[in-house]
């Protein structure tokens, strides 16, 4: 097992002009191609579409260009139609609180508090199968065509066939602590966990590959390409390159917090990561969204749209959904055409984005 020390080989961010040496990084780690846009200021005005109230904290969301797909906190999981905001349908069945989910064309899978997985008919909107083993909260599921992969509360990892729902394998000691986030790549898995560590597994043997040091815990990751994503506890957004493993660039979530020297397990950090393109967005402890360049670490937009902790976020090319434990979705519209200069607002500007020119807010 390789294990790599976390070391910073960029400069501080200090404008959104594309720093050549983090953009070249991006390059060779096979995530951006010359040809693509690497200019942050020309980013698309932004409005607030619509927002969904429920009775309860919205702890996961993932849609499709059709429906909205959420789980709360008090066991259901909603179906809305993403254009009207009606809502279709709400599933019963678990015995705990809904913490991931995903769907495709045919099923949707959710972890639950409860410590099963439920995987539900997509049409029919019944179950139709049940999950069993995990001995802790299921924290995090990912599936492709031919498995599903479930991290959780005890430590462990499963790797379930997605044809007979059979698992195929057990990580009993995957982590040192809780698994916290999973992501699919290929013929590859990666998991994060509070014991600092991310791991890169291969699909096929489920042995672990490589093994990647972070100073604070892991609350998510991403992955395009031979890019990898990580987000902390401690607040610090950091890239690595998946050729080699090793380190491109990383910046912190809330730089004035550093400078005051705000203890790491005290700071604003992410709850969940999404890469859309060369924009890396996050969902922040804080209620805000953070949407960076991942080729020069700047922030070129936050949005304020919720008034408690943000629990996941989803991206498509024309439409941005966030969830907040504050009991609503919000669903944004991503408009054509450039955020020009005359229409960025500007309000109370912190000392963090004093040297950086755009922050839009929305309410």
């Given at each position: 097992?390789?294990?790599?020390?976390?070391?910073?080989?960029?400069?501080?961010?200090?404008?959104?002009?594309?720093d050549?040496?983090g953009?070249?990084?991006?390059?060779?780690?096979?995530?951006?191609?010359?040809?693509?846009?690497?200019?942050?200021?020309?980013?698309?005005?932004?409005?607030?579409?619509?927002?969904?109230?429920?009775?309860?904290?919205?702890?996961?969301?993932?849609?499709?260009?059709?429906?909205?797909?959420?789980?709360?906190?008090?066991?259901?999981?909603?179906?809305?139609?993403?254009?009207?905001g009606?809502?279709?349908?709400?599933l019963?069945?678990?015995?705990?609180?809904?913490?991931?989910?995903?769907?495709?064309?045919?099923?949707?899978?959710?972890?639950?508090?409860?410590?099963?997985?439920?995987?539900?008919?997509?049409?029919?909107?019944?179950?139709?199968?049940?999950?069993?083993?995990?001995?802790?909260?299921?924290?995090?599921?990912?599936?492709?065509?031919?498995?599903?992969?479930?991290?959780?509360?005890?430590?462990?990892?499963?790797?379930?066939?997605?044809?007979?729902?059979?698992?195929?394998?057990?990580?009993?000691?995957?982590?040192?602590?809780?698994?916290?986030?999973?992501?699919?790549?290929?013929?590859?898995?990666?998991?994060?966990?509070?014991?600092?560590?991310?791991?890169?597994?291969?699909?096929?043997?489920?042995?672990?590959?490589v093994?990647?040091?972070?100073?604070?815990?892991?609350?998510?990751?991403?992955?395009?390409?031979?890019?990898?994503?990580?987000?902390?506890?401690?607040?610090?957004?950091?890239?690595?390159?998946?050729?080699?493993?090793?380190?491109?660039?990383?910046?912190?979530?809330?730089?004035?917090e550093?400078?005051?020297?705000?203890?790491?397990?005290?700071?604003?950090?992410?709850?969940?990561?999404?890469?859309?393109?060369?924009?890396?967005?996050?969902?922040?402890?804080?209620?805000?969204?953070?949407?960076?360049?991942?080729?020069?670490?700047?922030?070129?937009?936050?949005?304020?749209?919720?008034?408690?902790?943000?629990?996941?976020?989803w991206?498509?090319?024309?439409?941005l959904?966030?969830?907040?434990?504050?009991?609503?979705?919000?669903?944004?519209?991503?408009?054509?055409?450039l955020?020009?200069?005359?229409?960025?607002?500007?309000?109370?500007?912190?000392?963090?984005?004093?040297?950086?020119?755009?922050?839009?807010?929305?309410?």
């Amino acid at each position: 097992m390789c294990c790599v020390c976390l070391v910073s080989i960029s400069p501080s961010v200090h404008s959104t002009q594309p720093d050549s040496a983090g953009i070249q990084c991006v390059i060779l780690a096979g995530c951006l191609v010359t040809s693509q846009s690497t200019n942050p200021a020309t980013i698309r005005p932004i409005s607030m579409l619509r927002r969904l109230q429920f009775e309860s904290a919205v702890l996961c969301v993932h849609c499709d260009t059709r429906k909205v797909v959420t789980g709360t906190e008090d066991r259901l999981v909603h179906i809305h139609d993403i254009r009207s905001g009606c809502l279709i349908q709400t599933l019963h069945g678990h015995k705990g609180s809904i913490q991931c989910l995903q769907f495709d064309d045919h099923k949707i899978v959710t972890g639950s508090w409860d410590t099963t997985c439920i995987v539900w008919d997509a049409v029919q909107h019944t179950v139709s199968n049940v999950l069993v083993g995990h001995s802790g909260c299921v924290t995090c599921l990912k599936f492709n065509n031919d498995r599903l992969v479930t991290g959780s509360d005890d430590c462990s990892i499963r790797v379930w066939s997605t044809v007979s729902w059979e698992c195929a394998a057990i990580i009993v000691t995957a982590h040192a602590g809780p698994v916290t986030s999973l992501q699919l790549e290929g013929a590859f898995f990666f998991s994060g966990s509070t014991d600092m560590l991310v791991k890169v597994w291969s699909l096929a043997s489920v042995q672990s590959t490589v093994s990647l040091q972070h100073a604070t815990a892991i609350t998510s990751l991403c992955v395009s390409r031979l890019l990898l994503i990580v987000a902390t506890m401690g607040g610090g957004v950091h890239l690595w390159s998946l050729m080699d493993h090793t380190p491109l660039m990383q910046w912190p979530v809330d730089r004035e917090e550093v400078e005051r020297e705000v203890p790491k397990e005290s700071r604003t950090h992410l709850t969940k990561l999404l890469l859309n393109g060369t924009r890396l967005i996050g969902a922040g402890s804080n209620s805000v969204l953070y949407e960076w360049d991942i080729t020069t670490g700047a922030c070129i937009r936050t949005l304020l749209g919720h008034s408690r902790i943000l629990t996941d976020v989803w991206a498509d090319d024309n439409r941005l959904v966030t969830a907040s434990t504050d009991y609503t979705v919000c669903v944004w519209h991503m408009k054509k055409g450039l955020l020009k200069e005359k229409k960025r607002e500007v309000v109370d500007l912190d000392p963090f984005f004093l040297d950086i020119p755009i922050r839009v807010i929305v309410k």
